[in-house]
């Protein structure tokens, strides 16, 4: 969340860059300082009594070692009633600061200036394209038919087991599963990622950490006896690492990688555009993080979307970045980019990763900060991208692989697979 600091310094740009995402944050702005004011003039008068019991308290021992009995029971009866004022006043204080942080938890990340102003989709801006175009004839298959003719993944089979969004993948299915995942992660740990493997549950105050709550708690499965979330995304438990945690400055950055399973339900969706592997419930994911001085985080976010493209790249498959506009950017994030690839099937572009610098807002949330060389903690910047998502990965690679003799596997694969084509 934002910090009354930022807030104060400059609120008039904060309420314009605000206005960016579709926020109209004029008058929990000006409540925000209002309330800060309040609660600065409460702990004021609450450190005034304060010092004021003190010299009570030494004026009570004075009188009684003066024998002056009737004076320190007066001196004791001012002090009994100043405690009662400071316990209102500490209410007022609380209640106050609950306010304030209710407030700000409804306030959402202040977009960069890089941001491109817009309201949907249709307003991002294309940064740049790659990848070899493939040419298919116009019979060419969906991945879910080709899913269906190889038995690679048994979409009905998931239904009977759970539900819709819940696929069984099988045989070389399975197995090109598995070899996206290992070559995910075999390349961040080449590009310095501390692989982790964290839990796929995550208890309440994670939720907030990471600004899941409480923005998107109707996308989250929820285990109500035990108050607990499936995960999203690793970005969760990932980031959670640190929280209420002082790093060291010679120990930044962090970078983490994790593969996990991700739970979404996806509230909402459907057509033809959820089709097969293009929305689904579960599915597998790589998940590269990393923690920042402020002053690093902007060359960190350029080498994560460096990484994306290069998986890419190695994958053989047509991609492009967008820079979202204010719109179309999540809650929390500062700026994201997106990475599309091509489904020639399909005839239509998939996201297959977002990668985010969140600057300093999760990590307020989070209480995760740094100590400087001059011994001051200030808070990190955090960023994460998936480094990738697999289902329209696989999609694509169905899709745009497709031969009269098989589905040629991306030579980067074929070592984790043992095969080159699917037949």
Not at 310 to 339: Q, V, Y
Request: proline content about 5%.
């Amino acid at each position: 969340m934002l910090t009354i600091q930022q807030i104060k310094e400059n609120p008039r740009n904060i309420i314009e860059r605000l206005a960016v995402k579709g926020f109209d944050g004029k008058e929990v702005i000006e409540r925000v300082i209002n309330l800060d004011n309040e609660r600065k003039r409460l702990q004021l008068n609450n450190d005034n009594k304060a010092a004021e019991l003190n010299k009570l308290a030494a004026q009570i021992g004075a009188l009684m070692k003066q024998g002056k009995k009737d004076e320190a029971q007066q001196t004791k009866e001012a002090v009994a009633a100043i405690k009662e004022d400071q316990k209102t006043i500490a209410a007022e204080l609380s209640a106050t600061e609950k306010e304030i942080r209710d407030l700000l938890l409804t306030v959402p990340n202040v977009p960069c200036a890089m941001v491109p102003e817009g309201k949907t989709a249709a307003d991002n801006v294309v940064e740049k394209t790659g990848g070899p175009m493939p040419e298919l004839p116009e019979d060419a298959l969906p991945h879910w038919e080709l899913a269906r003719k190889y038995n690679l993944i048994d979409f009905d089979l998931g239904v009977k087991i759970t539900g819709a969004g819940f696929p069984v993948y099988t045989g070389k299915g399975a197995r090109l599963q598995r070899a996206l995942i290992q070559f995910f992660l075999d390349e961040a740990g080449k590009a310095g990622y501390l692989e982790v493997q964290p839990p796929y549950v995550v208890n309440e105050a994670s939720g907030y950490g990471t600004g899941q709550l409480p923005d998107k708690e109707g996308q989250m499965y929820y285990v109500n006896e035990d108050n607990l979330y499936l995960i999203p995304t690793a970005e969760v438990p990932v980031t959670n690492i640190y929280r209420d945690v002082i790093i060291p400055g010679d120990q930044l950055p962090k970078k983490n990688c994790a593969y996990s399973a991700c739970f979404r339900r996806e509230a909402g969706s459907y057509g033809k555009d959820v089709r097969g592997l293009n929305r689904l419930h579960q599915f597998d994911k790589v998940e590269i993080v990393r923690i920042e001085r402020p002053e690093d985080s902007y060359a960190a976010l350029e080498e994560m979307k460096d990484h994306v493209q290069h998986l890419l790249e190695e994958l053989g498959l047509p991609w492009h970045i967008l820079r979202l506009c204010g719109g179309d950017m999540s809650f929390t994030s500062a700026i994201t980019f997106d990475f599309e690839v091509y489904s020639a099937a399909q005839k239509r572009w998939l996201e297959v990763s977002s990668v985010s610098n969140f600057e300093t807002y999760q990590a307020n949330r989070l209480k995760c900060r740094y100590r400087g060389e001059d011994k001051k903690t200030r808070l990190c910047h955090t960023l994460n991208g998936s480094a990738l998502a697999l289902p329209r990965i696989v999609a694509a690679l169905l899709e745009n692989n497709q031969t009269p003799e098989g589905i040629r596997v991306p030579e980067c694969l074929q070592k984790y697979t043992g095969f080159s084509i699917i037949d």
